[in-house]
Each structure stands twice: as C-alpha cells, then as structure tokens.
C-alpha cells in the first residue's frame, strides 16, 4: 500500500508508552509527499490505548493516498486489533 511508515502506540493506564515503528527499506520518504493520518482505537474500560500512525506516500494523487488510508481502515475493521489482547 506504500506506506513509508506505520506506528502503534500503546498508553498504559500508568502513563507508559510503548511504541512500535515499521519502516519502508530503503530511502528516507520525502516528507513533502506524504499524507500522515493518526488513528485511535480506543475501548470503553480496556486497559490501555492504542494509536496507529500511518505515512502514505501520495505518489500522484492525494485521492489515491486517501483510498489507501481507508483500506487500512477496514483492515483494522476486518481484523479486530483490539481483540488482541494487549
């Protein structure tokens, strides 16, 4: 989906943070042609948060980074991550 970067931040109730960063190989993304979108996935009474951050490489259109970032989003529909027991 050519992301240059996705990110899952986790806040524990006592104010931790762990964060995980998967990065694109290769060359650093040029940060003019990027669209970064910030998801939270918050539960009623869970014990942490969760936040995606997503850079999508626009690569010709912001329409087309945008569709890319709702495929995402029905990933994260489809799977269940907050299922996961984290």
């Excluded at 931040?9 to 931790?16: A, E, L, N, R, Y």
């Excluded at 990027?34 to 259109?61: C, D, Q, R």
Aim: no cysteine.
């Amino acid at each position: 989906m050519d992301f240059a970067w996705v990110s899952l931040k986790i806040t524990k109730k006592d104010g931790s943070i762990d964060t995980q960063v998967w990065r694109m190989a290769g060359s650093e993304p040029d940060l003019s042609k990027l669209v970064i979108m910030t998801v939270p996935l918050n539960s009623k009474g869970a014990e942490t948060s969760h936040e995606f951050e997503i850079a999508i490489s626009v690569n010709g259109s912001y329409e087309s980074a945008g569709h890319r970032a709702t495929l995402f989003g029905r990933l994260i529909d489809e799977h269940g991550v907050m299922s996961s027991g984290r």
